[in-house]
Nanobody, 123 residues
Framework: QVQLAESGGGSVQAGGSLRLSCVAS????????MGWFRQAPGKEREFVVA????????YYADSVLGRFTISRDNTKNTVYLQMESLKPEDTAVYYC????????????????WGQGTQVTVSS
């Protein structure tokens, strides 16, 4: 049974930083790509970033490129999202996802999601 558990969300002022973590269990972590998505109130879930099993290939949404950085530690079954220069429009529930890279990067979907962690950025 695949389980994904996000943490690290919170409230920050614009320009601040947060680091999200997602611990995965249930299957071999290094066999899968990982991604982050987010959903703002009243909006559909949107793609943020995806990375391959070894972290060598990543793809970011234009809205976060240059501000967010994904990384993963396969020894800890954990993927991270370092968020810098946060903006009020980054306010959303952030979800991690585990799947193959094509599904995350191109189809923007996954069979497995975490419960989400709230990020609130005030102006």
């Amino acid at each position: 049974q695949v389980q994904l558990a996000e943490s690290g969300g919170g409230s920050v002022q614009a320009g601040g930083s947060l680091r999200l973590s997602c611990v995965a269990s249930g299957r071999t972590f290094s066999d899968y790509a990982m991604g982050w998505f987010r959903q703002a109130p009243g909006k559909e879930r949107e793609f943020v970033v995806a990375t391959t099993w070894n972290g060598e290939t990543t793809y970011y949404a234009d809205s976060v490129l240059g501000r967010f950085t994904i990384s993963r530690d396969n020894t800890k079954n954990t993927v991270y999202l370092q968020m810098e220069s946060l903006k009020p429009e980054d306010t959303a529930v952030y979800y991690c996802a585990q799947d193959n890279y094509y599904n995350l990067r191109y189809l923007r979907t996954s069979d497995y999601w975490g419960q989400g962690t709230q990020v609130t950025v005030s102006s």
